[in-house]
């Protein structure tokens, strides 16, 4: 157990809807990181977040967005959902930007 | 439960030196896939070599290969002729098929530094 936490673990949902993927880092990491992997493909870094604040952003869609709280637990917020959309979708947290890295178990999306 | 163990936090390798990344696994699965990962400062993670299980031979690709001992549960990646560009955090990764649905686990990282 990294002890990174990813809800839900499986979601299915129809093309054109939004959904929220969330995630919760080990106690007391601050850098919450959000990565997609689809199919076999390496994995896609989409934001970084420190404290609450955007460190940096990859490939992310603009359909896509992200925040993390007060509290340290970051929401990845998937919209117009399209079929392409479908894959894994990976937190990480780290205690320091570019530390040690722990990753969750990841969320499968599913776009019908 | 399976776990990913990477017990380098830092490794240093002179320029056109070979180094070698350790990672363990635990698994009581029989088919599964191992990889290993680069991170540049980009955060973008590039898939380095993936080595599936029934496999005896070990993966290589160019100056990377690995050396995979399935009864030790131990998966190193050899880097050769380390260059600048493979300056980066490398991550070990494991991947099963448990109940219809895959499942990843990943270690901690390892940042290796390539000293001119």
């Known amino acids: 157990d990294s002890g990174v936490t990813q809800t839900p673990k499986h979601l299915i949902t129809a093309t054109g809807q939004r959904v929220t993927l969330r995630c919760s880092p080990r106690?007391?990491?601050?850098?919450v990181y959000w990565y997609q992997q689809s199919l076999d493909q390496g994995l896609q870094f989409l934001i970084h977040?420190?404290?609450?604040?955007?460190?940096a952003k990859g490939n992310i869609l603009e359909r896509f967005s992200a925040q993390q709280f007060p509290d340290l637990h970051s929401e990845l917020n998937l919209s117009s959902l399209e079929l392409g959309d479908s894959a894994l979708y990976f937190c990480?947290?780290?205690?320091?930007?570019?530390?040690?890295?722990?990753f969750g178990q990841g969320t499968r999306l599913t776009v019908v | 439960a399976q776990t990913v163990t990477q017990s380098q936090p830092e490794m240093s390798v002179q320029e056109a030196e070979t180094v070698t990344l350790s990672c363990t696994y635990d698994?009581?699965?029989?088919?599964?896939?191992l990889f290993w990962y680069k991170q540049p400062p980009s955060r973008q993670m590039i898939l380095v070599i993936r080595?599936?299980?029934?496999?005896?031979q070990n993966a290589t690709e160019n100056r990377f290969s690995v050396n995979f001992q399935k009864a030790a549960k131990s998966f190193s990646l050899k880097i050769s002729d380390s260059q600048l560009g493979d300056a980066a955090m490398y991550f070990c990764?494991?991947?099963?098929?448990?109940?219809?649905?895959?499942?990843?686990?990943f270690g901690t990282g390892t940042r290796l530094k390539v000293l001119a």
């Open positions: 990480a947290s780290s205690a320091q930007t570019g530390g040690k890295a722990f």
């Open positions: 698994t009581s699965e029989s088919d599964y896939y």
């Open positions: 977040y420190y404290n609450g604040e955007e460190r």
């Open positions: 106690s007391g990491d601050l850098s």
């Open positions: 080595q599936e299980a029934y496999k005896q």
């Open positions: 990764a494991y991947r099963g098929f448990t109940s219809g649905t895959y499942k990843y686990i």
